[in-house]
């Protein structure tokens, strides 16, 4: 099984809003739990979203209430939506198979490194 391909990264003022995606090939996107990434300059990759399995959506408190995870079966494809970007988001944005029921999800140490692709780079200006 392949590398996710995350897409929908860019440059984008403070109060927009971006729709990031994540594509597989060679496997269905929708047999396994997805997890979203955020790696800031200088700082560790921190989870920010997954949906599990049964499409239970969870999200860390950072971006809570201005984000939305989401499959699109046909896509093939897993997106976060992320509204009132302010600048802490910036920074690279990883997709990831994660645990089934996206238990622990957050915790970037679970993963070995081929499960991560090369990201997709978000920055949001003031």
């Known amino acids: 099984q392949g590398k996710p391909v995350e897409s929908g990264g860019g440059l984008v003022q403070a109060g927009g809003s971006l729709r990031l995606s994540c594509a597989a090939s060679?496997?269905?996107?929708?047999?396994?739990?997805i997890g979203w990434f955020r790696q800031a300059p200088g700082k560790a990759r921190q989870g920010v979203s997954c949906?599990?399995?049964?499409?239970?959506?969870y999200y860390e408190d950072s971006v809570k209430g201005r984000s939305s995870i989401s499959r699109d079966k046909s896509e093939n494809a897993v997106y976060l939506q992320i509204n009132n970007l302010e600048r802490e988001d910036t920074g690279v944005y990883y997709c990831?198979?994660?645990?089934?029921?996206?238990?622990?999800?957050?915790?970037?140490?679970?993963?070995?490194?081929?499960?991560w692709g090369q990201g997709t780079q978000v920055t949001v200006s003031s």
């Open positions: 060679g496997y269905d996107l929708d047999k396994y739990a």
């Open positions: 990831v198979r994660a645990p089934s029921n996206c238990n622990a999800y957050q915790y970037p140490g679970i993963y070995s490194d081929n499960y």
């Open positions: 949906i599990s399995i049964d499409n239970r959506t």
